[in-house]
């Protein structure tokens, strides 16, 4: 916050709020004012934020909510490394509230991921949920500045005038994307109802109907589900398309894992990595990639988390290697365990 303070004179904002409530609760009045807001916090601050994240999805406003993830539970251990708030993002909060969920893996990856989730967020408009840990931000990497020139462009688009056929503003209305329009407060004509409540399919009103409400739990899970379409499809970090082994990761554990993989390839064992930047929704191939396999490994610095999602999604027999110690993933360690699976 202290880094981004110093570039007001590109429209940034930076506010301390007194709580973590407080903090996306005000980054939510900026969304919802046609700003991007932007709230970051640790595991225990996620807990605190839930109902605010529910009530961001409820209105489909653009938000990124950043979790450095440290060890748990409660306050934990403040100052070490662990994986463990991923159940957190994908079903942390009442009802049927699906968010999009992005992950990244080193220290130079921080800026892509950062600028894919805000990306999500604005042409989605949909809370989303970034996860790093104490590893990765305490860590350091050198990495080639990008120039703005070779970003790929934002686009975002307010609602200031009705389409054709249009006689008043629906907030609710989608598109191809299933998407609502983003109308600012004070457009004329465009005013709208917002808060926590059900909403009336198309108008936005207030709706305790039962239909309404089952068409609209499954339209917020449809548009989330959607964004497959517009995220690249997994790709292997190294190693054969078919085989013996497949090591699946996420976040920190990028660098043990690729240290491991590459060594047991030079010595010609047919292994290879993968490792996934979009957790929710999953890239549309990954399913296809996990059965080219004999056996999948998923190591985490948690008591099993991500392999619970992969198995109900893909029902496969994914095998685990757990490690809650505060500390990272040893690249031997996981030799060991490839080498029991080869």
Same mark, same amino acid.
């Given at each position: ?11 940034? =904002? ?57 060890? &748990? ?18 079903? &942390? ?35 989303? +949920? ?5 590893? +990765? ?6 990495? =080639? ?60 009103? @207030? ?43 996420? &976040? ?8 491991? @993989? ?8 047919? @292994? ?17 990639? +996990? &059965? ?44 060991? @365990? ?5």
């Amino acid at each position: 916050m202290q880094d981004l303070s110093k570039y007001k004179a590109f429209g940034v =904002k930076t506010f301390q709020a007194e709580d973590e409530i407080a903090g996306i609760a005000s980054a939510i009045g900026a969304s919802y004012g046609g700003l991007l807001g932007i709230t970051t916090t640790s595991g225990p601050g996620m807990a605190l934020k839930t109902e605010a994240i529910g009530l961001a999805m409820m209105l489909e406003i653009p938000l990124v909510i950043i979790n450095i993830q440290r060890g &748990g539970p409660s306050t934990g251990l403040p100052t070490k490394t662990e994986q463990s708030d991923l159940m957190q993002a994908y079903y &942390g909060r009442n009802g049927e509230a699906p968010i999009p969920i992005i992950a990244s893996h080193s220290p130079s990856d921080c800026f892509e991921v950062a600028y894919e989730a805000c990306r999500i967020a604005l042409q989605h408009m949909t809370p989303v +949920i970034l996860l790093s840990d104490g590893y +990765i931000a305490n860590g350091a990497e050198p990495w =080639k500045f990008p120039s703005a020139k070779d970003l790929k462009p934002i686009e975002v688009k307010f609602k200031t005038s009705l389409g054709e056929g249009e006689d008043k503003f629906l907030p609710y209305k989608r598109d191809e994307k299933l998407v609502r329009p983003w109308a600012i407060p004070g457009t004329p004509g465009f005013e709208h109802r917002i808060g926590g409540l059900e909403k009336q399919d198309l108008t936005g009103a @207030v709706s305790y109907d039962a239909d309404n409400h089952q068409l609209m739990i499954k339209t917020r899970q449809a548009k989330v589900d959607k964004i497959a379409d517009y995220i690249p499809l997994q790709t292997l970090d190294s190693g054969p398309e078919k085989g013996k082994v497949l090591v699946l990761g996420w &976040g920190s554990t990028y660098g043990a894992i690729k240290s491991a @993989v590459l060594e047991l390839q030079a010595k010609g064992l047919a @292994v290879s990595h993968a490792h996934i930047r979009y957790v929710r929704p999953f890239p549309k191939n990954l399913g296809e990639m +996990i &059965g080219n396999f004999d056996h999948v490994l998923i190591p985490e610095i948690n008591n099993g988390q991500l392999i619970k999602i992969i198995r109900d999604e893909f029902l496969v027999d994914a095998k685990a290697f757990n490690k809650m110690m505060g500390i990272p993933i040893y690249k031997d360690e996981l030799i060991a @365990v490839i080498e029991k699976l080869l």
